[in-house]
T-cell receptor, first 111, second 118 residues
Framework: SQQGEEDPQALSIQEGENATMNCSYK?????LQWYRQNSGRGLVHLIL?????REKHSGRLRVTLDTSKKSSSLLITASRAADTASYFC???????????FGAGTILRVKS | NAGVMQNPRHLVRRRGQEARLRCSPM?????VYWYRQLPEEGLKFMVY????????ESGMPKERFSAEFPKEGPSILRIQQVVRGDSAAYFC????????????????FGPGTRLTVL
């Protein structure tokens, strides 16, 4: 069964606005990662947060992790048209090294 | 440093034929993972290999699918007697070793092979 579930399934915003995507998971984890996938392309690794971390930043990205609620959020600030893509969270730990992906959030940034 | 390479990028097969997908991990990475992505879905784990060994194949279908990662050369995902339901994007990822020989948690993905079965 799917481990991670992202919401919303789709998000449409104007350039310059912030975008927030959420991810929930069911079992204990070692790490949670966020990936971006442009249409028809491979996945680009964005950020990894470990289970003992609560928040992490990378450029315009901010990730939070709440292990008590088994949830994570990805915030993209000052969005750009180039941020248009699908965003996936992936967890590892309960099932070993393999990553368990959610179904993703489709983000559309309108210019 | 070249990223993970996969070929072919697109593969068309007729039902009953064999499909061979190749993956060259990033330089210095000895851990390889294969994932499958159906349209509009997230990726599903298939198999994890370390040089010459299959470590975890819990996501591999029991029949027709096999994977290898030889001492020399790329990792190969092989699908025999393909059926229409095998049509999907197949992604390979690799990770380096950290510390005590285990894989680093970050996995770096290739561009994928899109398999179409007619």
């Amino acid at each position: 069964s799917q481990q991670g579930e992202e919401d919303p399934q789709a998000l449409s915003i104007q350039e310059g606005e912030n975008a927030t995507m959420n991810c929930s998971y069911k079992t204990s984890i070692n790490n949670l990662q966020w990936y971006r996938q442009n249409s028809g392309r491979g996945l680009v690794h964005l950020i990894l947060i470990r289970s003992n971390e609560r928040e992490k930043h990378s450029g315009r990205l901010r990730v939070t992790l709440d292990t008590s609620k088994k949830s994570s959020s990805l915030l993209i600030t000052a969005s750009r048209a180039a941020d248009t893509a699908s965003y996936f969270c992936a967890t590892d730990g309960e099932y070993g090294n393999k990553l368990v992906f959610g179904a993703g959030t489709i983000l559309r940034v309108k210019s | 440093n070249a990223g993970v390479m996969q070929n072919p990028r697109h593969l068309v097969r007729r039902r009953g034929q064999e499909a061979r997908l190749r993956c060259s991990p990033m330089k210095g990475h000895s851990h390889v993972y294969w994932y499958r992505q159906l349209p509009e879905e997230g990726l599903k784990f298939m198999v994890y290999l370390q040089k010459e060994n299959i470590i975890d194949e819990s996501g591999m279908p029991k029949e027709r699918f096999s994977a290898e990662f030889p001492k020399e050369g790329p990792s190969i995902l092989r699908i025999q007697q393909v059926v229409r339901g095998d049509s999907a994007a197949y992604f390979c990822a690799s990770s380096p070793t950290q510390g005590w020989e285990g894989p680093s948690p970050e996995q770096f993905f290739g561009p994928g092979t899109r398999l179409t079965v007619l």
